[in-house]
């Protein structure tokens, strides 16, 4: 596709769950972040992709999380266990290795209920 | 570490005012900084680049300035519009690495 993409744009889950978001880059796009939004709050990262080189998981809130990207393009976040803090908008943007910005997807929004 | 940090968290300003948005790095050695703008419920889309080199870039209503020596950069919004409402998130590139520094951004509430 022409932009970064991601699956499911709105996703509610019940408390205890796992769920699983889905980040399709933009073709070519080594580079991958995740980022969340909690309500009225700024932009939280949880991990860096770049390449095949092992990801920045210093963001990651705790070992609920977890995200892996396959053939160094799809990624996808993985939270297990799912608590009310967990909702938010969940943003993930590619870039290319040099020089070039970041493109963002529309985001998941995360309900936890 | 590199850092960036926004401020004011968040601002709320009458329509037809003008304000200014701050972004301040630690990133080093610098490539490059963009300012973002999100819309609620969408994804940020670009809105300006400054390189090394560039103290003053505009775009319509939105001006961007850089101090590479302070490692400062502004967003300036003239005469806001209420579709101005929005985050605006400062990201700011490594020249030695590819990878980005995200700040927090500004929340910025245009109203009657």
Known sequence: GAGVSQSPSNKVTEKGKDVELRCDPISGHTALYWYRQSLGQGLEFLIYFQGNSAPDKSGLPSDRFSAERTGGSVSTLTIQRTQQEDSAVYLCASSVQQGGGAFFGQGTRLTVV | ?112
């Open chain 2, 1 to 112: 570490k590199n850092q960036v940090e926004q401020s004011p968290q968040s601002l709320i300003i009458l329509e037809g005012k003008n304000c200014t948005l701050q972004c301040n790095y630690t990133v080093s050695p610098f490539s490059n900084l963009r300012w973002y703008k999100q819309d609620t419920g969408r994804g940020p889309v670009s809105l300006t680049i400054m390189t090394f080199s560039e103290n003053t870039k505009s775009n319509g209503r939105y001006t961007a300035t850089l101090d590479a020596d302070t490692k400062q950069s502004s967003l300036h919004i003239t005469a806001s519009q209420l579709s101005d409402s929005a985050s605006y998130i400062c990201v700011v590139k490594e020249a030695s690495a590819s990878k980005l520094t995200f700040g927090t951004g500004t929340r910025l509430q245009v109203t009657l």
